[in-house]
């Protein structure tokens, strides 16, 4: 007898709810075991392991990262990748609830692989490390561990209950200036101060930064400053952050910060350097009709997600690169009120809650039904593929 969708969502729902207990433990597991970028090598082993024992085919050290993997239930299109992070904010754990993220991630994966077993293509599990500095997910783009998937898919425990993530491109720049040591008393004109010259450009960004657009702005911090105060500096270094609405935005903005180190490094008779320091983040394009799929499969559970609220926006993620290779959804689901925030020590504990546990088997229904319709009907993914080249072609 033919299955209809409805069969499918009702068998996946009870494979999810016969490793209820499963998934909440490793998520349990990993919140008591923080580990940090590129260094989550107990996380990736009982996350692939997991995998492993229930007959997904494991790859692992994808991308050239030793705790990043890929695992696979069937093969070829069409394909749908179920993200899993697990890095940790270093001294507040688990304070952006990774944890969660990946349980349910493996919860899901698990489930599909029992109710569909690889016959209508293929369900990826894709470890990505590294997401709260490092950029796993940007590496695995480059690396093509995305090629031929359809849909990647997650969620986010956070403080909203939203349907998309309103996340901002972001990245780092080193500027470095070089100036000319003197003994400040002594031979003061022979000097050419390049901490003067750094602190400059600190001025020209905070007169740049009152004409940007929303969302964007730069942070800057001292690195390097000089060794002792009865010497002129002859070399000086600062870190700046850069964020900005959308991928665009964020090169016009480090396009301004090289001309201010420039023009600043012709005032002072400095020379200086500006390079990128970090792996740049894009901006998150949200797949609107797999949001919504998602947003219905997990009103079923009494969590009702809304847009975001408008001009909020949340930071930035490395599923931002990936969003802008195929159609993704980043959704929010609060496990603590709004009068609280992510990257504290009230979200770390809020992570391994009763409230985290509701959130987290819900979630992973919600994500194992929505990766199921990706796999079972073509015309959500050609709708899907459909709006996500609109929206590329438009540089949205």
Sequence with gaps: MTRTPEDVHEEL?????????????????????????????????????????EGFTVERGVAGMPTAFAAR????????????????????????????IAAAGLGAALALHTVLGGAHGCVMAVGTPAEEGG????????????????????????????????????????????????HPTGNP??????????????????????????????????TDGGRATNIVPEYAEGRFGLRALTTRALEDLAGQLRECAEGVARATGTTVEVER????????????????????????????????????????????????RLPAIHPFVAIMGEEGSDHTAEFAEAAASERARTVLLAATEALACTAADVLLHPELREEAWRQHRSRAAADL
């Design 13 to 53: 729902r009870g494979a999810v709810a016969e490793r209820a207990r499963l998934v909440w433990e490793a998520a349990l597991a990993l919140h008591a075991d923080p580990e940090y970028a590129f260094a989550e090598h107990r996380a990736a082993g009982l996350l692939t392991g997991a995998l492993a024992r």
């Design 277 to 324: 320091a970090t792996v740049r983040y894009e901006h998150f394009r949200d797949s609107d009709v797999l949001s919504a799929r998602f947003a219905e499969h997990l009103s079923g559970k009494g969590i009702v997600l809304t847009p975001p609220a408008a001009g909020v926006y949340l930071g930035s993620s490395d599923i931002g690169n990936v969003s802008a």
């Design 189 to 222: 004109t022979e000097g050419i101060d390049a901490l003067a010259a750094l602190v400059e450009l600190f001025n020209v960004l905070a007169v740049v930064g009152r004409r940007l657009p929303e969302a964007s702005h730069v942070q800057g911090i001292v």
């Design 73 to 100: 239930s069937g093969d070829g299109r069409p394909s749908v990748a179920l993200l899993l992070e697990y890095d940790a904010l270093p001294g507040l754990g688990h304070a952006c609830g990774h944890n969660l």
């Design 135 to 182: 950029g796993g997910k940007a590496v695995e783009v480059e690396a093509g561990v995305f090629d031929g998937v359809d849909a990647a898919l997650m969620f986010h425990p956070g403080v909203h209950d939203w349907r998309y993530a309103p996340l901002t491109a972001q990245v780092q720049y080193r500027v470095a200036f070089h100036g000319r040591a003197a």
